[in-house]
């Protein structure tokens, strides 16, 4: 049972790291190396809960995973009904959120490419983004290998040429850092559990954390005021929504007010000293429970 307390152990260490980033306030004064520890422990927690189940229902083995599923075959006898429920269990779950994941990027991916069709049908290209005559206020980025950014002609209207050049730096910053790859994992997790809360409450944090990152970038470039003030005018302008697989500058209203007091009174929480030990930790804590996929115990 030793495999199986690795990967227990590997469990507790990502959903500890992840029960702190929840209750924290320091990830919204450094939203990036926030998101590095979230990925991390999402891709360990993942990884080691396939694990338990495989490490109970291989245990007689005593071997890794893989060279037990190799051995499978020709012994499964030596396995009782609980250790083959187990083993059942952890592969499906195992193939189960792997295969969620691809038709998800192939969902998304698919919407994205009719976007971009519809987007050569009736924008009109910019200096600096693509147009659309439309009288609702939006600004959005069409994340991907060749990335679109799209503004309206509301949006023109309604923000001065600095807050215009904010928020088109804002999306360019989603484009350029891939922050749709950040999110896309946590968001398939979430199509194939849309009624847990607490994986909404951690999709929602990862992409308010997302929008903080590109907030930075763009403030950096034409300052915090010119941001905010955008972000304003489009909260107040109502909201608008946004096609599938997508960043906007303005999603949830909850998400823009509070990146609206950010940019206006930013946090003066001090990077926390223990962040580069969660980061060891779960960077230890992943590689155990990979190893024990592959590496034979005897």
């Known amino acids: 049972m030793i495999l199986v307390g690795h990967q227990v152990a590997a469990a507790a260490v990502a959903v500890a790291v992840m029960v702190w980033l929840l209750r924290s306030r320091w990830t919204h004064a450094h939203p990036r190396p926030a998101l590095v520890l979230w ?20 245990a007689p083995f005593r071997q890794g995973f893989f060279p037990a599923l190799l051995d499978l075959p020709g012994r499964w006898s030596e396995l009782d009904a609980w250790h083959l429920a187990a083993v059942a269990a952890g592969l499906l779950l195992g193939a189960w959120l792997v295969v969620n994941q691809l038709l998800s990027f192939r969902s998304t991916a698919r919407a994205r490419a009719r976007h971009r069709l519809l987007l050569q049908l009736v ?53 350029r850092e891939r922050h749709d790859l950040v999110i896309a994992p946590f968001q398939a997790l979430r199509r194939l559990l849309p009624s847990s809360r607490v994986l909404t409450r951690v999709c929602s944090t990862i992409e ?15 300052g915090r005021e010119p941001l905010a003030s955008a972000l304003e005018r489009f909260h107040a302008n109502g909201a608008a929504g946004t096609p599938a697989g997508a960043l906007a500058v303005a999603g949830a209203a909850a998400h823009v007010e509070a990146r609206i007091r950010r940019l206006r009174q930013p946090e003066r929480t001090a990077f926390p000293w223990v962040w580069p030990l969660a980061c060891a930790l779960l960077l230890v804590a992943l590689a155990t429970s990979v190893s024990i996929f592959a590496v034979p115990l005897r």
């Not at 290998?145 to 999306?171: C, F, K, M, N, T």
């Open 208 to 222: 308010l954390l997302v929008e903080m990152c590109a907030d930075d970038r763009a403030a950096r470039q034409h």
């Open 123 to 175: 924008a009109q290209p910019n200096s600096d983004a693509l147009v659309v005559d439309h009288p609702i206020a939006v600004a959005y980025c069409v994340p991907g290998r060749h990335p679109r950014i799209v503004v309206s002609a509301g949006a023109r209207r309604l923000l001065s040429e600095v807050e215009l050049d904010a928020v088109l730096a804002h999306e360019r910053a989603h484009a």
């Open 39 to 58: 990925q991390i422990s999402g891709l360990t927690f993942v990884i080691s809960t396939v694990g338990i189940l495989l490490g109970f229902g291989l």
